[in-house]
């Protein structure tokens, strides 16, 4: 089984340019392939799309926290 998978991967084209992932970690060639994946991940088994929407909220709450936090200059 094993000697199979290392088998099979051999024929498998490696990309050396491309998008990758940050969630799945596969390389895409192309941008809109990427966006396509996180939109779809779900029916792949991948989680992508959570993944992203999380980010987006910690950075969010990151950037509110900084607002906060920077001194009020008053005119």
Sequence with gaps: MIQDILT????????QHGYQ??????IFPTLWLVKTQIQ???QEGYSC???YC????LGEKELKAQEAAAPKVSM
């Design 8 to 15: 099979t991967s051999q024929w498998q084209p490696v990309l």
């Design 21 to 26: 992932c940050m969630s799945c970690c596969r």
């Design 49 to 51: 799309n959570r993944f």
């Design 40 to 42: 779809h991940s779900s």
């Design 54 to 57: 999380r980010l987006n909220a």
